[in-house]
């Protein structure tokens, strides 16, 4: 169905987006999203120094072949 849409029907929608809800409006629109697309953008940048953070405070735990008490 969107496969058909091409350039003059892009700018129809465009056009018809600007009438019904005026520049203003648009305007303030875009820039939530920029606000919202930055603060999602901080959110992962957080998240990975985070788990970076889990990944070098880790320890290995496993047991050492030289250090087993079982040897027969």
Same mark, same amino acid.
Request: proline fraction near 3%; charge should be neutral.
């Given at each position: @169905?969107? &496969? &058909?849409?091409?350039?003059?029907? /892009? $700018?129809?929608? #465009? +056009?018809?987006? /600007? +009438? /019904?809800?005026?520049?203003? %409006?648009?305007? *303030? $629109? @875009?820039?939530?999203?920029? !606000?919202?697309? *930055?603060?999602?953008?901080?959110?992962? !940048?957080?998240? &990975?120094?985070? =788990?970076? #953070?889990?990944?070098?405070? =880790?320890?290995? +735990?496993?047991?050492?072949? &030289? *250090?087993? %008490?079982? %040897?027969?």
């Amino acid at each position: @169905m969107l &496969n &058909n849409i091409g350039l003059p029907g /892009l $700018l129809l929608i #465009a +056009v018809v987006v /600007l +009438v /019904l809800f005026g520049r203003g %409006k648009i305007s *303030t $629109l @875009m820039g939530e999203v920029g !606000k919202g697309i *930055t603060s999602f953008k901080k959110g992962v !940048k957080e998240g &990975n120094e985070e =788990a970076d #953070a889990g990944i070098e405070s =880790a320890r290995d +735990v496993t047991p050492d072949a &030289n *250090t087993t %008490k079982d %040897k027969v």
